[in-house]
């Protein structure tokens, strides 16, 4: 090999090395291992940020966006109670993830997929308190199983069938492919969920509830012909919140101590909480519920503009020794007090006849500008942003999930490419008042972006410095003139090219190779069509190997070493099902 192929080796060893056994950002090495790439003249500008130009980096951005419209909208809730539920232990939690992401995924994009249900599963794990990094590495890989299943399920497929059909004019059919991609998803699926136990890492999350944690009293009502109204408590999902409980029903003036979860709601009826300040931001996303102060909707602007804010009553403010209608509030600051906290005490009455005292934490629903006017005032002690706490817009679901099907719809139909698919429902979700344009800049995980991208310039210098393919031909040349054993080696070259480089660079480069031994062979090409089909699709043991793992990646909490210790095994009995099966199917 040339000099600058040993280089690129030496590169990828060093890069492989920090991502496994430091905690280094990897979009920082990546970019980093391309910038010396760069440096030394392996590859020239054009090959280090092919990446950035790339309609896949570029797809995953539009779908960021496409995924916040539908969670400013509430459709990220809707998934959660109805479609997720409440698991009873967490087999039970990773089969309901799993079983209809593969499903969706054999006929949908699996990328879009994986990022509309990123924020549903953080807030699910969050709700009945499981470790979101025993969840987000089954959603991937359930979506890369499920793309096995069907031609259409990965563009991988498609990849490797448009070369079948230049070389022999020869393609496969939609289903073709699920005589060894059915086994292979059931296979991993079910090799997931048994020993996912022992091969997930469980990380708590990063906050955790205190043990005395800061209570607000919060009084909500059921809005009349809302969506709960006639639904029973259980079923409005108004129990088992985390860190807060449903202490009371206020109906007509008669209130229900110790509600029985079957109880019925009535519109009008005022429900009251005690929880910590997460609790308070998942009511106010529900759907049909509202602050019972009717001062909310007297504000200026819209209730999905406004900020939820934390402020700390000091000893010289105005209002001390007064009730908060009596003070005032709304017309003093332009903002409504929805919830008062006090050195963890029950507060009873309505929110308007609390009479404050210094130190009272007030849960304040306010406009963009209360925090700055107030931040420097001698009314507050404190006054602190709420993260993640805007109102749904409820009012434009239906919007967001016809944008979100008509992208997918015209997609599959071949309408738009997917990229232009994307692109124009993001367009739209922004044009359509789904999210602002402030939410679908900060919507883009761009450290995801930046590693897939460089990720590129990676795999172009291994392309063409010629170490992935001698690397191949290596493999392949150790399996001497049995068929068996060469579908065998071009399968494993196939699964390590994907793991360091991007799947459907990995096809392109094996096919002629395989193509080739094919011919040496006199057998038929297309059981090693399929054995690239398959393992360029179930990539598992990287985080660059597939798009999916990228994108959870962050979420999960999880390190490179984790990947390693799950996608292994998952690989190695994917691959046993895909290699007995081939032959028997599709004979040399």
Same mark, same amino acid.
């Given at each position: 090999?040339?000099?600058?192929?040993?280089?690129?080796?030496?590169?990828?060893?060093?890069?492989?090395?920090?991502?496994?056994?430091?905690?280094?950002?990897?979009?920082?090495?990546?970019?980093?291992?391309?910038?010396?790439?760069?440096?030394?003249?392996?590859?020239?500008?054009?090959?280090?940020?092919?990446?950035?130009?790339?309609?896949?980096?570029?797809?995953?951005?539009?779908?960021?966006?496409?995924?916040?419209?539908?969670?400013?909208?509430?459709?990220?809730?809707?998934?959660?109670?109805?479609?997720?539920?409440?698991?009873?232990?967490?087999?039970?939690?990773?089969?309901?993830?799993?079983?209809?992401?593969?499903?969706?995924?054999?006929?949908?994009?699996?990328?879009?997929?994986?990022?509309?249900?990123?924020?549903?599963?953080?807030?699910?794990?969050?709700?009945?308190?499981?470790?979101?990094?025993?969840?987000?590495?089954?959603?991937?890989?359930?979506?890369?199983?499920?793309?096995?299943?069907?031609?259409?399920?990965?563009?991988?497929?498609?990849?490797?069938?448009?070369?079948?059909?230049?070389?022999?004019?020869?393609?496969?059919?939609?289903?073709?492919?699920?005589?060894?991609?059915?086994?292979?998803?059931?296979?991993?699926?079910?090799?997931?969920?048994?020993?996912?136990?022992?091969?997930?890492?469980?990380?708590?999350?990063?906050?955790?509830?205190?043990?005395?944690?800061?209570?607000?009293?919060?009084?909500?009502?059921?809005?009349?012909?809302?969506?709960?109204? $006639?639904?029973? +408590?259980?079923? *409005?999902?108004? @129990?088992?919140?985390?860190? =807060?409980?449903? #202490?009371? %029903?206020? !109906? /007509? &003036?008669?209130?229900?101590?110790?509600?029985?979860?079957?109880?019925?709601?009535?519109?009008?009826?005022?429900?009251?909480?005690?929880?910590?300040?997460?609790?308070?931001?998942?009511?106010?996303?529900?759907?049909?519920?509202?602050?019972?102060?009717?001062?909310?909707?007297?504000?200026?602007?819209?209730?999905?503009?406004?900020?939820?804010?934390?402020?700390?009553?000091?000893?010289?403010?105005?209002?001390? $020794?007064?009730? +908060?209608?009596? *003070?005032?509030? @709304?017309?003093?600051?332009? =903002?409504?007090? #929805?919830? %008062?906290? !006090? /050195? &963890?005490?029950?507060?009873?009455?309505?929110?308007?006849?609390?009479?404050?005292?210094?130190?009272?934490?007030?849960?304040?629903?306010?406009?963009?500008?209360?925090?700055?006017?107030?931040?420097?005032?001698?009314?507050?002690?404190?006054?602190?942003?709420?993260?993640?706490?805007?109102?749904?817009?409820?009012?434009?679901?239906?919007?967001?999930?016809?944008?979100?099907?008509?992208?997918?719809?015209?997609?599959?139909?071949?309408?738009?490419?997917?990229?232009?698919?994307?692109?124009?429902? =993001?367009?739209?979700?922004?044009?359509? !008042?789904?999210?602002?344009?402030?939410?679908?800049?900060?919507?883009?995980?761009?450290?995801?972006?930046?590693?897939?991208?460089?990720?590129?310039?990676?795999?172009?210098?291994?392309?063409?410095?010629?170490?992935?393919?001698?690397?191949?031909?290596?493999?392949?040349?150790?399996?001497?003139?049995?068929?068996?054993?060469?579908?065998?080696?071009?399968?494993?070259?196939?699964?390590?090219?994907?793991?360091?480089?991007?799947?459907?660079?990995?096809?392109?480069?094996?096919?002629?190779?395989?193509?080739?031994?094919?011919?040496?062979?006199?057998?038929?090409?297309?059981?090693?069509?399929?054995?690239?089909?398959?393992?360029?699709?179930?990539?598992?043991?990287?985080?660059?190997?597939?798009?999916?793992?990228?994108?959870?990646?962050?979420?999960?909490?999880?390190?490179?070493?984790?990947?390693?210790?799950?996608?292994?095994?998952?690989?190695?009995?994917?691959?046993?099902?895909?290699?007995?099966?081939?032959?028997?199917?599709?004979?040399?």
């Amino acid at each position: 090999m040339p000099w600058d192929a040993w280089f690129t080796a030496g590169l990828v060893t060093l890069m492989f090395g920090v991502l496994a056994f430091t905690r280094a950002a990897p979009d920082m090495v990546f970019i980093g291992a391309v910038i010396i790439l760069l440096a030394v003249g392996v590859i020239g500008p054009t090959e280090a940020f092919v990446g950035f130009s790339n309609q896949g980096v570029i797809t995953v951005a539009a779908l960021y966006v496409v995924v916040a419209g539908i969670r400013e909208t509430g459709g990220i809730q809707w998934i959660v109670h109805n479609l997720l539920g409440r698991p009873r232990s967490l087999s039970r939690a990773q089969w309901r993830l799993s079983a209809p992401v593969t499903i969706m995924s054999a006929f949908l994009n699996n990328t879009p997929v994986v990022g509309m249900l990123i924020p549903a599963v953080s807030e699910w794990a969050r709700k009945h308190d499981l470790a979101v990094s025993k969840l987000m590495m089954p959603l991937s890989y359930a979506a890369i199983l499920g793309g096995t299943v069907t031609l259409i399920g990965t563009s991988t497929n498609l990849v490797v069938n448009g070369l079948m059909l230049d070389r022999t004019g020869e393609g496969f059919g939609l289903f073709d492919i699920a005589w060894v991609g059915i086994p292979v998803a059931a296979g991993g699926l079910v090799f997931m969920i048994l020993a996912g136990r022992w091969l997930l890492p469980n990380r708590p999350p990063a906050i955790t509830q205190l043990d005395d944690p800061r209570q607000y009293t919060i009084e909500m009502e059921i809005e009349p012909k809302g969506a709960l109204e $006639g639904r029973s +408590i259980e079923e *409005a999902g108004l @129990r088992h919140l985390p860190g =807060a409980f449903l #202490i009371e %029903v206020n !109906r /007509n &003036g008669t209130v229900l101590p110790a509600v029985s979860p079957q109880e019925r709601l009535h519109g009008g009826d005022r429900v009251i909480f005690v929880g910590v300040v997460e609790s308070v931001v998942d009511l106010q996303k529900i759907r049909g519920l509202r602050p019972a102060t009717g001062q909310v909707f007297k504000l200026d602007s819209h209730r999905a503009d406004r900020n939820l804010l934390e402020a700390v009553v000091s000893d010289s403010c105005p209002m001390v $020794g007064q009730t +908060i209608r009596d *003070a005032r509030f @709304r017309n003093r600051y332009n =903002a409504v007090v #929805i919830a %008062v906290a !006090r /050195n &963890g005490q029950r507060l009873r009455g309505k929110i308007g006849d609390i009479v404050l005292k210094p130190g009272d934490t007030l849960l304040v629903e306010a406009g963009p500008g209360f925090q700055m006017q107030n931040r420097n005032s001698r009314d507050f002690f404190l006054v602190s942003r709420v993260e993640e706490a805007a109102t749904p817009r409820h009012e434009r679901a239906l919007l967001a999930a016809m944008i979100l099907v008509g992208m997918v719809v015209s997609v599959t139909a071949g309408v738009f490419s997917m990229l232009e698919g994307a692109l124009i429902a =993001a367009a739209l979700m922004v044009l359509t !008042r789904c999210l602002t344009l402030e939410t679908a800049r900060h919507s883009i995980d761009w450290p995801v972006l930046f590693t897939i991208a460089a990720a590129f310039g990676v795999g172009a210098a291994m392309e063409g410095t010629g170490l992935a393919q001698t690397l191949s031909l290596g493999l392949v040349s150790l399996a001497g003139a049995d068929p068996w054993m060469n579908l065998l080696m071009i399968y494993l070259a196939t699964a390590l090219f994907t793991a360091v480089i991007t799947n459907n660079a990995a096809a392109v480069l094996i096919f002629p190779i395989a193509f080739a031994v094919a011919g040496d062979l006199g057998v038929s090409p297309l059981p090693f069509a399929i054995a690239i089909m398959m393992a360029a699709s179930a990539s598992f043991a990287t985080p660059i190997g597939y798009q999916t793992n990228l994108m959870v990646y962050g979420p999960g909490g999880y390190r490179f070493s984790d990947y390693l210790r799950a996608g292994i095994p998952m690989t190695i009995v994917t691959s046993l099902i895909a290699i007995l099966i081939i032959p028997q199917v599709w004979s040399f």
